[in-house]
């Protein structure tokens, strides 16, 4: 399990050049295999995650808030101190740690049911608060880890187990633009939206995953980093198609960016939602 | 650990500013002042070294937010006034695996609310101090003093199998005492802890000695505080094998075994020679001794027994209290909760009655003595 760890070397299986320079290695906060279904999008965000801390050299500082769903299991991967939350609380429980440990880095990693439905509450409370903990918004659209029903995330007409003719919206409502209702809060330091759907789009990722605990070491406020990411069992497509359909259908729902950086002068008010009734996913 | 290891966090303030008017301010360090319930346990938990408080405003326990939204940053803890109760506990469970030592309080509703987090804490192995002022109901009922959530408290609360110690203070000097032994038992078995009071006991006024007592403070190897240096720690409840959940389950039921053989209070009065045992605890105990004393007065031989730990409940005590009596008389302000305790631990030895009033009202000393007669005169062994 800590092979990397003891060895400060590469895992078996990584590439590694021939003289024996390390060109990709498993980040050393980054522990076991991860139990993900193939093409899901949560072990390359806990892995840019792993890589922050790690370049931050934070790892020895911080406490992971675990929330429920697929993600429930990240304090199993993720070589960190760690606390569970019951679904939807990890916000309430960040908040508790954080102002106890004031001087440790704090984040939730959570997904759009546990955040988005259930948790709604505690996220936009903390964060008008301006809580100066980080949060990890994993947003696939779908509820994964009961069999895929609908989100308030997912998409208008997505079909789900729960929404089997698509999502209706006049009976359903629309997708739930978090990143933008929380940009409008004045407790908000970072907010941004990106997305793992093409390796530009993950370096960006980890950009803002960065910048956010940055803005989180400076005491500024409260930080969300919403992540777009793939359901492919959920979503009944192959991992390619899940990931073209993340790149076309999602981002086009969710448009990614940096909604606010206080300390850098950017704050974006939530623009007019754009009703665009979305193509019903394909089996 | 900014907020833990403040400066002035050892100088516990052996001294509390009396509210105006009551004359405990002509003297910095008075013999009594008059303090209302809520402000004594507040300001106990501080004294007691409390790191964090969590609470939202619901009536009859408010006065123990605004008090600790005034005292808590003056000491420089940690106080954050929730969006919901349900935001209140998980801050709690935040806190509380961070190391701090944590208060939260409501009252009946919002201790509903807290059902969820309380159950986590419980499987999580976490310890905090819960305090229910509570109030009539069922749903949003009243806000008079009731004794309705007994069951609640003593029986589970959330999910799963878990208990909690119960400890019910039937005076304001009492519960003082009890918020210093909540905190020792919480953290000496990891467990949460729920005061038990009621509209009564946290509105009305007492004089109590404004000497409170600072709790040792432990330093156990599981609290989170990053990883650095050491393997990663995990708090949690989860635990999806079968097996390995059994597992911990075996260990919460042995620490419930260690709480039941170490850790019952009872207090007993007038219990020689007592025909009609009276059972009660908090207000209703106040009551229940006032009754006592009148059934003396009028030549009926009645004693009473007061629960101080509601769990685990004094079962032996009770049986060997009533072991010459020829009637036990529940009293409460329920419809009829201890009793089932009370007649766990009687096992039909004695006849067991219940005398209760439910929505707030409270029953007088007078309809209790009437309750003793009637028990008196119905069980055989009392007319024989």
């Known amino acids: 399990m800590s092979t990397a760890r003891e060895t400060g070397g590469a895992t078996p299986g990584d590439a590694t050049a021939t003289e024996g320079r390390t060109i ?14 193939p093409g899901c999008g949560h072990g390359i965000v806990h892995r840019l995650v792993a890589e922050v801390l790690e370049e931050m050299d934070l790892g020895g500082e911080t406490i992971l808030v675990g929330s429920v769903g697929c993600s429930v299991f990240a304090y199993d991967y993720l070589r960190l101190d760690s606390v569970e939350s019951p679904h939807g609380r990890a916000a309430a429980v960040a908040t508790g740690v954080k102002r106890v440990r004031p ?41 994964g880890m009961t069999g895929g029903q609908m989100a308030p995330t997912t998409l208008a007409g997505q079909r789900t187990t729960s929404s089997p003719l698509g999502r209706d919206t006049a009976t359903t409502g629309y997708p739930l633009p978090v990143t933008e209702m929380l940009s409008l809060l004045p407790g908000v330091a970072y907010a941004a939206r990106v997305s793992v759907a093409d390796p530009g789009l993950v370096g960006r990722a980890k950009a803002a995953i960065r910048r956010a605990f940055e803005v989180q070491q400076d005491g500024h406020g409260f930080g969300i980093v919403e992540v777009l990411s793939t359901c492919p069992v959920g979503w009944g497509m192959t991992p ?8 076309t259908e999602v981002m086009a729902v969710y448009p990614v960016g940096t909604y606010v950086d206080r300390a850098k002068g950017i704050a974006v008010t939530m623009p007019a939602p754009a009703v665009k009734p979305s193509k019903t996913a394909e089996a | 650990m900014a907020a833990l290891a403040s400066p002035g966090a050892d ?29 004594a346990i507040a300001e106990a938990a501080i004294a007691a070294g409390c790191d964090a408080y969590f609470g939202y405003p619901i009536t009859p326990q408010a006065e123990l937010l605004e008090w600790m939204a005034r005292r808590m940053p003056e000491e420089g803890r940690a106080f954050v006034q929730a969006e919901s109760e349900l935001a209140a506990i998980n801050m709690a469970l935040g806190a509380s695996a961070a190391g701090a030592r944590v208060l939260v309080s409501s009252s009946s509703p919002g201790i509903s609310l807290m059902a969820e987090a309380m159950s986590y804490m419980a499987g999580s192995r976490l310890p905090v101090v819960l305090v ?11 806000i008079g003093a009731s004794q309705g959530d007994y069951l609640q408290a003593v029986k589970g609360h959330g999910h799963g199998d878990y208990r909690v110690p119960v400890l019910a203070p039937s005076s304001i000097a009492e519960a003082i005492d009890l918020v210093g032994d ?5 953290e000496r078995y990891r467990t949460p802890v729920i005061l038990l009071a009621d509209g009564i006991l946290a509105q009305a006024m007492e004089p109590v000695k404004p000497d409170f007592r600072a709790v040792e403070r432990t330093h156990p190897g599981w609290v989170l505080d990053g990883a650095d240096g050491r393997e990663p720690r995990v708090i949690k409840s989860l635990a999806l094998r079968p097996e390995d959940l059994e597992r911990h389950n075996l260990t919460l039921q042995a620490t419930y075994a260690e709480i039941t053989a170490r850790e019952q209070r009872w207090a007993g009065e007038s219990l020689d020679g007592a025909d009609v045992v009276l059972v009660a605890y908090g207000t209703a105990a106040r009551i229940a001794r006032t009754a006592v004393e009148r059934a003396r007065g009028a030549g009926l031989q009645a004693g009473l027994f007061r629960p101080i ?12 209290a009533a072991r010459g009596a020829c009637a036990v008389l529940a009293v409460e302000m329920s419809a009829g909760q201890l009793v089932e305790d009370v007649r766990l631990a009687i096992e039909g030895a004695v006849p067991v009655f219940h005398h209760g009033r439910m929505g707030g009202m409270v029953p007088t000393p007078d309809e209790v003595v009437d309750a003793m007669r009637r028990a008196w005169s119905t069980s055989e062994g009392c007319a024989s």
């Open chain 1, 240 to 247: 390619s198609a899940a990931m073209e359909w993340l790149r």
């Open chain 2, 182 to 186: 909540a905190f020792v038992l919480a």
């Open chain 2, 11 to 39: 100088a516990r303030p052996r001294a509390i500013a009396s509210p105006p008017g009551t004359g405990g301010e002509a003297s910095p360090v008075p013999d009594r002042v008059l303090m209302k319930g809520n402000e």
């Open chain 2, 309 to 320: 730990t509601l769990w685990p409940f004094p079962a032996e005590a009770l049986r060997d």
């Open chain 1, 24 to 37: 990709y290695r498993r980040p050393l906060l980054l522990s076991n295999p991860t139990s993900y279904c």
């Open chain 1, 103 to 143: 001087d440790r880095i704090v984040f939730t990693y959570q997904g759009d049911g546990d955040l988005a439905a259930i948790g709604t509450a505690e996220i936009v409370h903390a964060a008008a608060r301006g809580e100066r903990f980080t949060t990890i918004f994993v947003n696939n659209g779908i509820y």
């Open chain 2, 132 to 142: 229910n002022v509570m109030r009539g109901g069922p749903g949003l009922g009243s």
